[in-house]
């Protein structure tokens, strides 16, 4: 019922940047808990970044001050600004919306991080 559609994945030199968007097809998208989760090969899915329906944002060690989650209400959308990109980033991403009905989805986005 519910679907994320993501998009910004791609190839990128360590140091370097990327952007992810996440649209939710969600009734009431504001007042929803989302995040970016990643996985890479061989490796437990993980918590990158989460975004709250009170705004507030909290980070994965690994990614804080370099990685920064943000939410656009109007456009149903959040978004994933990642800077000084490590090869370690590289990782299908996820987009994640908590809702009252459970957790949903999307079909992951590669990132990968390599010179």
């Known amino acids: 019922q519910v679907q994320l559609v993501e998009s910004g994945g791609g190839l990128v030199q360590p140091g370097g940047s990327l952007g992810l968007s996440c649209t939710a097809s969600?009734?009431?998208?504001?007042?929803?808990?989302m995040g970016w989760y990643r996985q890479a090969p061989g490796k437990e899915r993980e918590l990158v970044a989460v975004?709250?329906?009170?705004?507030?944002?909290n980070y994965a060690d690994f990614v804080k001050g370099r990685f920064t989650i943000s939410r656009d209400v109007a456009k149903n959308t959040v978004s994933l600004q990642m800077n000084s990109l490590k090869p370690e980033d590289t990782a299908v991403y996820y987009c994640?919306?908590?809702?009252?009905?459970?957790?949903?989805w999307g079909q992951g986005t590669q990132v990968t991080v390599s010179s």
């Open positions: 994640n919306i908590r809702t009252q009905f459970g957790d949903y």
């Open positions: 969600a009734m009431f998208f504001s007042i929803y808990n």
């Open positions: 975004i709250s329906g009170l705004e507030s944002t």
